[in-house]
């Protein structure tokens, strides 16, 4: 069983960094909106073990099945913005989760704007001295079915 208690592994340094790595998370988000999806490649691990489970649905395993489903989703340029409210972050030596509420704007299929307000949990694992996620889920927003 993993140890991801802030009292029992946590340092400060490394809670900072996790704060640091949701912060690019984000900020990788919401450039992919534009169709760059270059941040987000630089913020996942690309390990065989990472999974995603989006808004658009599916559940994607590996880096290559995640990195392909961000590169669709850039391709789509939905435009707007996310941010994280409410987060509840607990860290661990290696692995930590960030619990948030998601909330903002996107553009639907007919162009008009859409309003996202999800539940996300984001997972990170220390990887050669560096947070990296490894894990992203959210509810489903219907506009981004398909």
Do not use: C
């Amino acid at each position: 069983m993993l140890a991801l208690a802030r009292t029992t592994h946590a340092s400060a340094a490394d809670e900072k960094a996790v704060g640091e790595a949701t912060a690019r998370f984000y900020s990788a988000l919401n450039t992919m909106f534009t169709g760059d999806v270059g941040p987000m490649k630089e913020v996942w691990s690309h390990a065989a073990d990472v999974t995603y489970m989006g808004p658009g649905g599916g559940f994607q395993v590996g880096w290559s099945q995640v990195q392909a489903t961000w590169e669709e989703q850039a391709a789509r340029k939905l435009g707007g913005a996310i941010k994280p409210e409410r987060m509840q972050t607990t860290v661990g030596r290696d692995v930590a989760i960030v619990s948030t509420y998601e909330q903002g704007e996107n553009t639907n299929a007919d162009g008009q704007p859409a309003k996202v307000s999800i539940r996300a949990t984001n997972l990170f694992r220390k990887e050669g001295g560096k947070w990296r996620m490894i894990g992203h889920h959210t509810d489903l927003l219907p506009f981004l079915q398909k």
